[in-house]
């Protein structure tokens, strides 16, 4: 045999070993099955009898007008004259409708929906809810006051959509808070908008000694300067 006719059977021989490496690893990986968004059956659903994210115990609506969302009366002990039976207990009106809540407003409450605000909404509304958070403070567009006269008589079912769905710059807390301390924070957000606008004359009298006794520690401090200052936060601030 030849040389040329040698190179060529050995050229041969080479490129076909060539040819069957190729094939060996390609497999056809670029032809798998696949979906490619926004085709048929590109956008999954989900399964069915898929169960919401969290309790649905802790979902509750927001309430409807005219429907009570808590016992439409409270009973408060028996009273009875002297010399008389007992008589039938007195009652006390709680919220309904629209500006009413899923649940009696307690301390326990207030203390939870405080600690949610104060993680999810006082960067932006501030600590007394006026607007003036620290994101404000750094250039971001300031939120309205809680103590607008607009917000104060809006219905508690307002603040509910509005951290549900969000409202102008402010997106959905939806995934912050669940439904439960959504109502948690809004009524520590009525707490604020009554400490705002307390009268000291309405205080109890063990509160108006401490009143009492934090401006006169304040005054001690300044040396006898701050008795208008000391009032400020009793009349205007809010408890912690």
């Not at 050995?10 to 060539?18: Q, S, W």
Request: proline share 8%; with cysteine; hydrophobic share 35%.
């Amino acid at each position: 045999m030849s040389n040329n006719s040698m190179r060529q059977t050995g050229l041969i021989a080479c490129l076909l070993l060539a040819g069957l490496g190729v094939s060996a690893c390609r497999q056809d990986m670029h032809d798998n099955p696949k979906y490619k968004p926004y085709r048929d059956g590109g956008m999954r659903q989900l399964p069915e009898g898929t169960v919401a994210r969290g309790s649905l115990d802790l979902n509750p609506a927001a309430p409807k007008a005219g429907t009570a969302t808590t016992p439409a009366t409270q009973a408060a002990p028996a009273v009875a004259a002297p010399g008389q039976a007992t008589t039938t207990p007195a009652s006390a009106p709680v919220p309904t409708g629209v500006d009413g809540f899923p649940f009696k407003i307690s301390e326990e409450i207030l203390k939870r929906g405080e600690s949610r605000y104060n993680i999810s909404c006082l960067p932006c509304h501030g600590k007394l809810g006026d607007g003036t958070g620290m994101i404000v403070l750094r250039g971001f567009r300031k939120p309205p006051s809680y103590h607008e006269e607009r917000l104060r008589k809006a219905p508690s079912s307002y603040f509910y959509d509005v951290i549900s769905n969000g409202f102008g710059a402010m997106s959905s807390y939806s995934d912050q808070l669940t439904p439960e301390d959504r109502w948690k924070v809004i009524a520590y957000i009525r707490a604020l908008q009554l400490s705002q606008r307390a009268n000291v004359a309405d205080l109890a009298d063990n509160d108006k000694k401490e009143l009492d006794n934090a401006e006169r520690k304040a005054q001690e401090k300044t040396g006898g300067h701050s008795a208008a200052p000391a009032a400020a936060p009793a009349a205007g601030g809010h408890s912690n």
